[in-house]
């Protein structure tokens, strides 16, 4: 690819139920003249027809097999890439985001310009934050540091050859299917990086506690589930596993031992207050590191405390998985970028 010219830019949409989030997707999309699929995943909203009306392409998934986000970009991508074979980068959005009219120019010159990335993501940030701290903890959890990344999210764009050559999104997966593609693609010798340019504005319409729950849970089983593709050398997912399992697992477990035992070894009372003050010192540590990227301080500890909270709904997942809950062919047709307030380091290079 010359570095002298842009390279060929095209967009697969994917969407299920979206109602008014998909048609501000795709009119942004459609107002900047680039080639774009929509690919469905069996709604009953009218978004085909609502697609069929702004885009001349819309591939519907077939729902006799099972629907996914990984499935739903994979065929978005061999779709398009089929009928457009000269496509040089493929930039995948969810139908509850709108691209920003600079981005698509932006990483295509970004692109051209340094061959070495293959995946790239720019600043992607919540359209109202403050209708829940729900949403409130979306723009949070968007606000990650710009620099070499160890996944990027469901909104990026690649390289076609690259994400064709890494074998595209593994579709068996029903969550963590970004951070598992990531990999492929650093194994070809490739980066993954973030860059200080907006992206894409974010819809999660997240208003109850009953929305959050299964994310935060979905997370733990994504983690377990990419960890295990990697035969558990991948660290960001190894990483969840451990701090869920430590937090939810075994500071409640000294902390009920110590509360029990008191009965016969008052000392012991002393091991709940051990773990009751390790409890308080991961909120504050949580919030003090979000503080200090211009998070507003009450801000920052309701972050610091949902992730907290998220460590258990993440057990919860992880058992899921190694229970094989979900043996029987698994439908993850919530294709709205996840938002788990995961604590997590990011490299920065």
């Given at each position: 690819?010359?570095?002298?010219?842009?390279?060929?830019?095209?967009?697969v949409?994917?969407?299920?139920?979206?109602g008014?989030?998909?048609?501000r997707?795709l009119?942004?999309i459609?107002?900047?003249?680039?080639?774009?699929?929509?690919?469905?995943?069996a709604?009953?909203?009218?978004?085909?027809e609502?697609?069929?009306?702004?885009?001349?392409?819309?591939h519907?998934?077939?729902?006799?097999?099972p629907?996914s986000a990984?499935?739903?970009?994979?065929e978005g991508?061999?779709?398009?890439?089929?009928?457009?074979?000269?496509?040089?980068?493929?930039?995948f959005?969810?139908?509850d985001?709108?691209?920003?009219?600079?981005?698509?120019?932006?990483?295509a010159?970004?692109?051209?310009?340094?061959?070495?990335?293959?995946?790239?993501?720019g600043v992607?940030?919540?359209d109202?934050p403050?209708?829940?701290?729900?949403?409130?903890?979306?723009?949070?959890?968007?606000?990650?540091?710009p620099?070499?990344?160890?996944?990027?999210?469901?909104?990026?764009?690649?390289?076609?050859?690259?994400?064709?050559?890494?074998?595209?999104f593994?579709?068996s997966?029903?969550?963590g299917?970004?951070?598992?593609l990531?990999?492929?693609?650093k194994?070809?010798?490739?980066?993954?990086?973030?860059?200080?340019?907006?992206?894409?504005?974010?819809d999660?319409a997240?208003?109850?506690?009953?929305?959050?729950?299964?994310?935060?849970?979905r997370?733990?089983?994504?983690a377990a589930?990419?960890a295990a593709?990697?035969?558990?050398?991948?660290?960001?997912?190894?990483?969840?596993?451990?701090?869920?399992?430590f937090?939810a697992?075994?500071?409640?477990t000294?902390a009920?031992?110590?509360?029990?035992s008191?009965?016969?070894?008052?000392?012991?009372l002393?091991?709940?207050?051990?773990?009751?003050?390790?409890?308080?010192?991961?909120?504050?540590?949580?919030a003090?590191?979000?503080?200090?990227?211009?998070?507003p301080?009450?801000?920052?500890?309701?972050?610091?405390?949902?992730?907290v909270?998220?460590?258990p709904?993440?057990?919860?997942?992880?058992?899921?998985?190694?229970?094989?809950?979900?043996?029987?062919?698994?439908?993850?047709?919530e294709?709205?970028?996840?938002?788990e307030?995961?604590?997590?380091?990011h490299?920065?290079?």
């Amino acid at each position: 690819m010359s570095r002298d010219r842009k390279p060929s830019v095209g967009v697969v949409v994917i969407g299920r139920n979206e109602g008014d989030r998909l048609g501000r997707c795709l009119d942004a999309i459609g107002a900047g003249g680039v080639p774009a699929l929509y690919v469905d995943s069996a709604s009953t909203d009218g978004s085909v027809e609502l697609a069929r009306d702004r885009l001349t392409r819309v591939h519907e998934l077939d729902d006799r097999r099972p629907l996914s986000a990984a499935r739903a970009r994979n065929e978005g991508f061999e779709a398009l890439t089929r009928e457009l074979p000269a496509l040089e980068i493929v930039q995948f959005v969810d139908g509850d985001c709108v691209l920003n009219p600079e981005w698509l120019g932006v990483a295509a010159q970004t692109m051209a310009d340094d061959p070495s990335i293959y995946a790239l993501a720019g600043v992607l940030r919540e359209d109202d934050p403050n209708r829940s701290v729900y949403n409130r903890l979306c723009d949070m959890e968007w606000a990650v540091p710009p620099g070499e990344a160890e996944h990027c999210g469901g909104i990026f764009a690649c390289r076609a050859p690259a994400f064709r050559e890494a074998g595209g999104f593994d579709p068996s997966l029903v969550a963590g299917e970004e951070p598992d593609l990531c990999r492929r693609l650093k194994s070809l010798g490739g980066r993954v990086v973030r860059i200080d340019a907006p992206m894409a504005t974010h819809d999660a319409a997240m208003t109850s506690f009953a929305q959050w729950w299964p994310r935060a849970v979905r997370s733990g089983y994504g983690a377990a589930a990419v960890a295990a593709r990697s035969n558990w050398r991948n660290p960001t997912p190894r990483r969840t596993i451990l701090s869920a399992l430590f937090w939810a697992v075994a500071v409640p477990t000294v902390a009920a031992a110590g509360a029990v035992s008191a009965v016969w070894i008052p000392w012991s009372l002393g091991l709940t207050g051990l773990a009751i003050l390790a409890v308080l010192g991961i909120l504050l540590r949580i919030a003090w590191r979000k503080a200090r990227t211009g998070v507003p301080v009450k801000h920052a500890i309701l972050y610091a405390a949902f992730c907290v909270l998220a460590k258990p709904a993440q057990t919860i997942g992880l058992l899921r998985w190694v229970r094989k809950d979900l043996r029987r062919p698994a439908s993850n047709v919530e294709h709205g970028a996840a938002c788990e307030p995961i604590e997590q380091p990011h490299r920065v290079r």
